[in-house]
């Protein structure tokens, strides 16, 4: 695939009013802010003709920038040594591409060219991305990357949306909330769970990288809705629960099940899944409303050794699943700003985020983004026909998307060792 850049530029907000907003302050990162990965994330949104022009789309993200200035600031430290946000409006990088063949089918099957699609994620300068593709077909390929530590998937979804209704000419509604100073630790702290060892580490373990000979591949997986309704039914049967289990869990557990098969891993080991959980529906006194702008995510580590996974049927590894989730609760939450915020308790320890880990094996992480409204980015020509996470090849790293293939569908990104993906292609779709 080659494609030609036509132009680059900083986009910075555009103001209706003379009076502009001080360039000089600084927004320290929140403690949830600061355990997640310093990294950029990207998605690739794209759309059949026709289209608006480059420069609508430009200036609907200017004025979406009015309200979501993060985007166009840096990263600095303030004279306590804590990372900040600086609300320069130095701008965030704009790309124009072109490339003078059809799109084709390039993005059905996840593939390095993928990235070619979007400025590079290894950005330390810049807080957010976008590069415009339009092809010889007409199809146009919106990408937008952004630092994690700006903000999660749902923050950074409402500003997905946000930026299609200004390039529309409708009002942002509704507006972030910005303030990254409402998680406040109790009086007395109350540590009531273990944070050692989850969200932080005494010292940084030596990190995965696989061997060159060990290739990563990204299959994606798709689940046809009926194939879903099946496994759902099935991990229900015995459910001790009132509630059934959730697509995701029931799709998680199947997916546990058949990597850790693939893997060929012993039946001793221990093997463990990092759920992200969003605390917006979770926190409370005082609560953290849906339109908080940053992260508030913390990750639930349900764990089984190897042969009991097997052995046993899916409504086990749901069962897992469900009460690891269902423990990242409000108390647990709090557990967590409390210890993040005593001096004594984080003496010596750092973040166990590690965005250098590129074999997760014999664990797995997982990003559901099902409920995040990407489909939303609709720039006065109907939303995307397509969204695809961009190429990221870190072993049991998985991403999980709705798919347009079908109503119900869903798309899972799986990232494995090269010799394994066929064995796990092959038993996919049995449900023993």
């Known amino acids: 695939m080659k ?32 355990v997640t990965f310093d990294t950029h994330v990207g998605g690739l949104y794209v759309y059949r003709p026709p289209t608006p022009p480059n420069r609508v789309i430009e200036q609907g993200l200017r004025k979406a920038l009015v309200e979501y200035r993060e985007w166009a600031g840096r990263f600095v430290y303030d004279a306590d040594d804590r990372r900040c946000i600086i609300l320069n409006d130095e701008g965030l990088p704009f790309v124009e591409a072109s490339s003078e063949y059809p799109l084709g089918s390039i993005l059905d099957e996840p593939s390095p060219h993928h990235l070619d699609l979007h400025p590079s994620l290894d950005a330390p300068d810049f807080l957010a991305q976008v590069q415009l593709t339009r092809f010889a077909c007409g199809t146009l390929v919106v990408a937008f990357t952004s630092n994690h530590m700006v903000a999660d998937g749902l923050a950074t979804s409402g500003f997905i949306v946000a930026w299609g209704r200004a390039t529309r000419g409708l009002p942002m509604d509704p507006l972030p909330l910005h303030d990254r100073s409402i998680f406040v630790p109790r009086d007395p702290p109350r540590f009531q769970f273990q944070h050692r060892g ?50 995701f869990e029931c799709v998680m557990a199947h997916l546990w099940r058949k990597i850790t098969s693939a893997r060929g891993l012993s039946g001793k080991e221990t093997t463990k899944v990092k759920i992200a959980v969003n605390g917006r529906s979770r926190v409370s006194n005082p609560s953290v409303p849906m339109r908080y702008f940053g992260n508030v995510v913390l990750w639930a580590v349900p764990q089984s050794r190897v042969e009991d996974l097997l052995a046993k049927p899916v409504d086990h590894a749901a069962a897992l699943i469900h009460d690891a989730v269902a423990r990242v609760d409000d108390d647990y939450f709090r557990s967590f700003i409390d210890f993040s915020s005593s001096k004594e308790k984080m003496e ?33 020509a109907g939303s995307p026909y397509l969204f695809v996470p961009s190429h990221l090849p870190v072993e049991g790293l998985l991403i999980i998307v709705p798919s347009l293939a079908g109503v119900g569908d869903i798309d899972v990104y799986v990232p494995l060792f090269e010799k394994n993906v066929d064995s796990f292609k092959s038993g996919l779709f049995s449900l023993d």
């Open 198 to 247: 989850v969200e932080y580490v005494d010292r940084r373990a030596t990190t995965k990288h696989s061997d060159p000979e060990d290739t990563i591949v990204v299959h994606k997986a798709r689940f046809p809705h009926d194939f879903v309704a099946k496994l759902k039914s099935e991990a229900s049967v015995n459910s001790p629960y009132t509630k059934p289990f959730t697509t």
């Open 3 to 34: 494609i030609k850049i036509e132009s680059s530029k900083l986009v910075k907000p555009s103001y209706e009013s003379p009076t502009h907003p001080a360039t000089d302050v600084l927004i320290p990162l929140s403690l949830f802010d600061a």
């Open 348 to 380: 010596g320890l750092v973040p166990s985020a590690d965005e250098e880990e590129m074999v997760l094996s014999p664990d797995l992480e997982v990003d559901c983004w099902l409920k995040f409204p990407y489909y939303g980015l609709d720039f006065g």
